[in-house]
């Protein structure tokens, strides 16, 4: 291809068309990936957020279980207690209160 005007423009042009179409592509790929978690557990957790805040780490499951089993969160598919969404889980140690939200929210997307 010359090196004018009329041949600058064109790789531009080819250029920016595979651009698009590899834009095109990833965007397609990533069609499938799941959402991540929205990081709006304060509101889904209700009382039991301050209560997590004010729990001695690092925890375990079943300590979890034991305090705040009866604590109902809200999910897309209704209230879920701490017990129901916990009981499937290995006893799993957490070192702060974001890691038990994080749990919970992945929990309840999941249901």
Partial sequence: MADNKKGRD??????ERRQRERDVEDAR???DETEPPRDDTGETLGDLDEALENHDYP???DELIEAYGDHEVESQGGSKSIDELFIPLDDETYDS????RNRIQM?????
Avoid: H, Y
Avoid at 10 to 15: N, S
Avoid at 97 to 100: G, I, L
């Fill in 10 to 15: 064109k790789q531009a042009d080819d250029e």
């Fill in 59 to 61: 925890t375990t499951t």
């Fill in 97 to 100: 209160p974001d890691e038990v």
């Fill in 29 to 31: 790929d990533r069609a």
């Fill in 107 to 111: 929990l309840l997307n999941r249901g």
